[in-house]
Each structure stands twice: as C-alpha cells, then as structure tokens.
C-alpha cells in the first residue's frame, strides 16, 4: 500500500500558522484595504489544503499575505510578500526541462515542481507587477516567473 502525503496540519500547526498571517495581515493593511481579517480566517480554516499551501511557503522562508480578494470565486489571493526570495526557494532552474539540460551545477529542484509540491503556483508577469505596487521587494534577489508555453518552447523564461 503506497503512503499519501497528507496535505493537513496538526491543531497546534495551524493555530501557529493563523497567528502569523493575522499579524502580518493587521501590521501590512496597506495590501488588503477593506478587507476583514476574520472573514479571511473564516474561509482558510474551512480549507485545510489552502493553510497546508501557505504553512509550505512560510515554513520555507515565504511570508505569505493576502492581496486581494476575488469577488467571483470567494477565494481571498495570497502572494508572498517576504522582502527578498527565500533562501530556500533560490538558485534554482525553471523547470524540469531546464533541470535536465543543465549539464553542470545542477540545483536541487526547480522552480515550477518546488512550487507544486508546496500547492501553490509561480506568479504572472501581471501579479508581479501588482506586488511591486505594494512595498520593495525583489531588490536584491529575482524571481522566475509563470512564463507562457510560446516563450518557454523557445527555451526561455520570465526572471523577474
């Protein structure tokens, strides 16, 4: 019988993880303006999969905050906000196309497998551009970016 990696945190793990985004979310209103903090917690705990994605990004080093809340789905829009990429989430190629042609120096992972692993996805040239909008980030890292397949068959991809 084959384990399943279970995509749930423990009572105590999640209450540590609700802490932590309330404090950013009151410290960083600028992100989030009209936004309720108690509806954002609502919505979280009835979706284990969703803490378990963010307790990913803030275990590696992310500082996940919500930017955004889209009316259609309900759904609140979390991006990472830490000042510069994780250490954890650095030097390493886009995708696994990218990973297997290195010949030398491989990384340990990639960008886009890391990035489904932890349940969540890379932004678009678009949000990143919104998340510039809300503070300094990036200045002294870069960050790949969701690149389109038209880019991405000709060998690139979007490094922000």
């Not at 384990?3 to 609700?18: D, N, R, V, W, Y």
């Not at 803490?51 to 259609?72: C, F, N, Q, S, Y």
Request: charged fraction near 30%; proline fraction near 4%; aromatic fraction near 8%.
């Amino acid at each position: 019988m084959a384990m399943t990696h279970k995509k749930a945190l423990s009572p105590e793990q999640g209450e540590t993880l609700i802490s932590a985004l309330k404090a950013r979310f009151e410290k960083n209103r600028n992100r989030h303006e009209g936004l309720e903090w108690a509806k954002v917690q609502a919505k979280l705990e009835a979706n284990p999969e969703k803490l378990w994605a963010l307790h990913e990004m803030e275990r590696t080093g992310g500082e996940p905050d919500v930017v955004g809340h889209d009316i259609k789905t309900g759904e609140y829009i979390f991006y990472d906000c830490s000042a510069e990429s994780p250490k954890g989430r650095r030097s390493l190629c886009y995708d696994r196309d990218a990973w297997e042609a290195r010949k030398e120096h491989k990384p340990e992972n990639n960008a886009m497998d890391m990035a489904a692993a932890m349940g969540i996805e890379l932004l678009t040239e678009e949000q990143y551009r919104a998340l510039q909008q809300l503070g300094d980030f990036d200045t002294k890292t870069s960050s790949w970016l969701k690149t389109p397949p038209e880019i991405r068959k000709l060998g690139g991809a979007i490094f922000a």
